[in-house]
Nanobody, 123 residues
């Protein structure tokens, strides 16, 4: 399984970005995809997740109402739409995949990771 994350960049506070994560290789419908982020000097944290089968979504409290995770199955792609961005959202964002339909918020549950895409929000 390979994951390719993209879409990061520099944006002003209050702006929007959409991240993409394309999965390739041996996958199935019985997977969960998570978005995580890691700011400088901090641990990697869960942002949002989606069950591939069924499309159930889950969010960290600090992004609820601002970020939306979605997928297009035909493209094997998961998106993270980020609105009302704040300087504290600045981080490298990673997508990750795990077998099974449960979305976990802990990094150790995800064996497959994308390379990360940098999001910088200026004040």
């Amino acid at each position: 399984v390979q994951l390719q994350a993209s879409g990061g960049g520099l944006v002003q506070a209050g702006g929007s970005l959409r991240l993409s994560c394309v999965a390739s290789g041996r996958t199935s419908n019985d997977v969960a995809i998570g978005w995580f982020r890691q700011a400088p000097g901090k641990e990697r944290e869960f942002v949002a997740g989606i069950r591939w089968s069924g499309g159930n979504t889950y969010y960290a409290e600090f992004v609820k109402g601002r970020f939306t995770i979605s997928k297009i199955s035909a493209k094997n792609t998961v998106y993270l739409q980020m609105n009302s961005l704040k300087p504290e959202d600045t981080a490298v964002y990673y997508c990750a995949l795990r077998w099974g339909s449960t979305v976990h918020s802990t990094t150790s549950r995800y064996p497959y990771w994308g390379q990360g895409t940098l999001v910088t929000v200026s004040s």
